[in-house]
């Protein structure tokens, strides 16, 4: 299954985005999206999340380092599957939170729902993938 890449190729993504499995085990899965997420685009997100779920990875981060737009749809997939993992006792985490995704996040008051964190936070650099564990 893996890489995973939806990009504007696939009938289900819109022209401008993509979303990439970059990593997985059994329990932990590194997902990449790029672009603009909305209504026309949701779905797919939606979907992956789920199927990482579904395949018993109750861990999993979510790079949204080059998101560009965020729209509420997106914003309602991603609190509907961190409530799942939650339940299943996991987790969604979503990482290299640019300023502005954080205030879109402040706004709708999501900050203190999702668990988010900085590129700095989790320690590595554009290009480098660091390990999925939750220590990383």
Same mark, same amino acid.
């Given at each position: ?31 990449? =999206? &790029?672009?603009?997420? %909305?209504?026309?685009?949701? #779905? @797919? $997100? ?8 579904? /395949? ?9 380092? =080059? &998101?560009?737009?965020? %729209?509420?749809?997106?914003? #309602? @997939? $991603? ?8 339940? /299943? ?48």
């Amino acid at each position: 299954m893996l890489p995973r890449i939806y990009t504007a190729s696939d009938t289900s993504t819109s022209a401008h985005a993509s979303l990439t499995t970059v990593r997985q085990d059994r329990s932990h899965a590194l997902l990449r =999206a &790029v672009g603009e997420w %909305d209504l026309a685009n949701a #779905d @797919v $997100l939606g979907e992956l999340l789920e199927e990482h779920e579904k /395949a018993g990875r109750r861990f999993v981060r979510l790079d949204v380092g =080059a &998101v560009s737009f965020l %729209d509420c749809t997106c914003l #309602d @997939v $991603l609190v509907t599957a961190h409530q799942r993992l939650l339940a /299943a006792q996991g987790m969604l985490v979503l990482t290299d939170v640019t300023p502005r995704l954080m205030r879109l996040l402040r706004l709708a008051r999501l900050d203190r729902v999702l668990f988010t964190t900085g590129l700095t936070d989790v320690g590595s650099r554009p290009g480098q993938v660091q390990p999925i564990g939750l220590s990383a």
